[in-house]
Structure formats: structure tokens, C-alpha cells
């Protein structure tokens, strides 16, 4: 069973930066998609970004483009999520998720991710 547990998250000015850390334990399968995913209150939850671990290919929503950053670290099993020039409407939950790799897990549809952490908070105030 994987286990997906997420920290770094905190209270930002706007313009300000943010990194969120995951990580991972229990994986088995050879290649994942693994991702951030974001709830506001009231919305439903949004891909944000999204890894290949075997490849490092990425996908990006369009509102995060420019200013968001995954990354990950094979060696300590731990996926990042650096976020820059963070504007008020990035506030949400932001979760860790993951799937066996699938075109639509990797292009962060939310119904194709397996495993999900607890979520860390993410406020950017004006």
C-alpha cells in the first residue's frame, strides 16, 4: 500500500514562494505518475502538477504554468512542489497523489490518481 504524506505548507504574502515536500513509501509498481492536486473550498479538486517517475516528464495546469516547479528525488522517494509569485486564488489544500502510470494519470485527471495523501495547507493572503 503506498503511503503519501505531504508537508511545507504555511500562510504566504502574494508574490511569495512556498515548497511542498512528499513523501512516498510502499511503492511496487515500476513507473508512477505522481502529482499535486488542489481543493479550494466550495471547487473541486484540480490537477496541478504531475510527474512521470520513470521518465521525468511533467504536465502543468495552465493557471500554475511559469510559476510552479515538481521535481522529485528517486533517492529519497520524496516528490516537491516548489511554488513561486503565489497569488491569492492558489489558496487550497494541495494533496499528494499518485498512480500507476496512465496517460490520463500523468495529465492530472483526478479520477486516475490511486493513492492520496492527508493534504497540507496553502494560504496566500493580498
Known amino acids: 500500500q503506498v503511503q503519501l504524506v505531504e508537508s511545507g505548507g504555511g500562510s504566504v504574502q502574494a508574490g511569495g514562494s512556498l515548497r511542498l515536500s512528499c513523501a512516498a513509501s510502499?511503492?511496487?509498481?515500476?513507473?508512477?505518475?505522481m502529482g499535486w492536486f488542489r481543493q479550494a473550498p466550495g471547487k473541486e479538486r484540480e490537477g496541478v502538477a504531475v510527474?512521470?517517475?520513470?521518465?521525468?516528464?511533467?504536465w502543468y495546469a495552465d493557471s500554475v504554468k511559469g510559476r510552479f516547479a515538481i521535481s522529485q528525488d528517486n533517492d529519497k522517494n520524496t516528490l516537491y512542489l516548489q511554488m513561486n509569485s503565489l497569488k491569492p486564488e492558489d489558496t487550497a489544500m494541495y494533496y499528494c497523489?499518485?498512480?500507476?502510470?496512465?496517460?490520463?494519470?500523468?495529465?492530472?485527471?483526478?479520477?486516475?490518481?490511486?493513492?492520496w495523501g492527508q493534504g497540507t495547507q496553502v494560504t496566500v493572503s493580498s
Open positions: 497523489a499518485a498512480a500507476p502510470r496512465s496517460f490520463l494519470a500523468c495529465r492530472g485527471v483526478v479520477t486516475f490518481m490511486r493513492y
Open positions: 510502499g511503492t511496487t509498481y515500476s513507473s508512477y505518475c
Open positions: 510527474i512521470s517517475t520513470d521518465g521525468g516528464s511533467t
